[in-house]
């Protein structure tokens, strides 16, 4: 790949990561299904404590039980991409996630009304016939809050 072309498949995966955080937040399941591989990986908020979620309808329904009823907002940025060969690429996204729920809700953060992350996504993607999709996904937070008081604080 020439520079040009190394530039635009950066600017591609920026776009679909970009694309990634507004449906997850706007409930759209459907676009947020089409950033995905068929058989995409990923870990859970917790690596050392979520099963490996396998497959874009497994991550769906995990996705939608976890966010079930909240208000949410992703934020990513300063994005580190490595292309590693012809249509496969790394990367790694500084993230914050805040979920809001309206009314207390059990849910799997251990949250009542409100949940905080900062972390990275570190990353995997496939260039595929519809453009570049994600096809592992790890999520390591460095900080929670829950409900405004600090809940887990790990080194990375």
């Not at 900062?118 to 453009?131: M, S």
């Amino acid at each position: 790949m020439d520079l040009v072309e190394r530039l635009f498949a950066i600017e591609e995966i920026k776009q679909l990561k970009a694309r990634y955080c507004r449906a997850i937040d706007e409930g759209r399941i459907e676009e947020w299904r089409r950033v995905f591989t068929q058989d995409a990986v990923a870990l859970g908020a917790d690596a050392d404590a979520q099963p490996l979620v396998r497959g874009v309808e497994a991550m769906i329904s995990f996705a939608q039980s976890a966010l079930d009823g909240a208000v949410r907002n992703h934020h990513v940025h300063a994005p580190e991409i490595e292309l590693m060969g012809e249509g496969v690429a790394r990367g790694v996204w500084a993230m914050e996630d805040n979920l809001f729920w309206l009314q207390e809700r059990p849910n799997m953060f251990g949250a009542r009304l409100h949940f905080r992350g900062f972390g990275h996504y570190h990353e995997k993607y496939l260039k595929t016939a519809e453009g570049w999709r994600i096809s592992e996904m790890t999520l390591i937070r460095t900080y929670v809050e829950c409900d405004g008081q600090s809940a887990v604080e790990t080194s990375a």
